[in-house]
């Protein structure tokens, strides 16, 4: 079945200890992005990556990192998370960098700092 | 600066009728625009794509216009079940070519 998945589903965490949220896709697809979703705000990308080793900003980068390494995994680091960064993350994989292409989306990671 | 408005508000629907939605983009033209729909506490789902010369287009009981005079796409599902309660996203690229997500439209069929 072709998906993304994400991990963990639902993280609690303490300002300032680094954690990981990992993304995979099993479509073979080039692109991949993180999007967070808050109340009122709707989506907005975080990174993307358009193919391994390549990776860019998107529209609210600050407090975030990104790795890809591998075409199928694209993990989203937040070295010092801080209560702002309380949202629900999704991890996002497309076939290619065209806009039109349709977007895959994880089922999303809740996630809390305190 | 380019902005999505979805209506906010939820919209309620008796189940067996036609469910629209609105998405108004200003200050842009986009050349196509695509549809999601997310169920809560899970990630959206693609639905349809509609190009700017196609004016409408269809997938089994759904239905998606583009009105590039009004500046304007609707979402119809015709026919609405329970099951369709969902919020809906337009989401067309911004001037960077880059998708924006409309904040969506909760809509809630009763059955």
């Known amino acids: 079945e072709a998906q993304v998945t994400q991990n963990p589903r639902y993280l609690i965490t303490v300002t300032g200890k680094k954690l990981t949220v990992t993304c995979s896709q099993n479509m073979n697809h080039e692109y991949m992005s993180w999007y967070r979703q808050d109340p009122g705000l709707g989506l907005r990308q975080i990174y993307y990556s358009m193919n391994v080793e390549v990776t860019d900003k998107g529209d609210v980068p600050e407090g975030y990192k990104v790795s890809r390494k591998e075409k199928r995994n694209f993990p989203l680091i937040l070295e010092s998370p801080s209560p702002n960064q309380t949202s629900l993350y999704f991890c996002?994989?497309?076939f290619g960098a065209g806009e039109a292409y349709e977007q895959y989306f994880g089922p999303g990671t809740r996630l809390t700092v305190t | 600066s380019q902005k999505i408005e979805q209506n906010s508000e939820a919209l309620n629907i008796q189940e067996g009728k036609t469910a629209t939605l609105t998405c108004n983009y200003t200050?842009?033209?986009?050349?196509?625009l695509q549809w999601y729909r997310q169920d809560p506490g899970r990630g959206p789902v693609f639905l349809l794509l509609?190009?700017?010369?196609?004016k409408e287009k269809r997938k089994e009981r759904l239905k998606v216009t583009f009105d590039t005079t009004l500046k304007q796409s609707l979402f119809h599902i015709t026919a609405s079940q329970p099951a369709d309660s969902a919020t809906y996203l337009c989401a067309p690229p911004g001037n960077t070519g880059k998708l924006i997500f409309g904040q969506g439209t909760t809509l809630q069929v009763k059955p």
């Open positions: 996002a994989s497309r």
């Open positions: 200050n842009y033209s986009p050349a196509y």
């Open positions: 509609i190009r700017e010369n196609e």
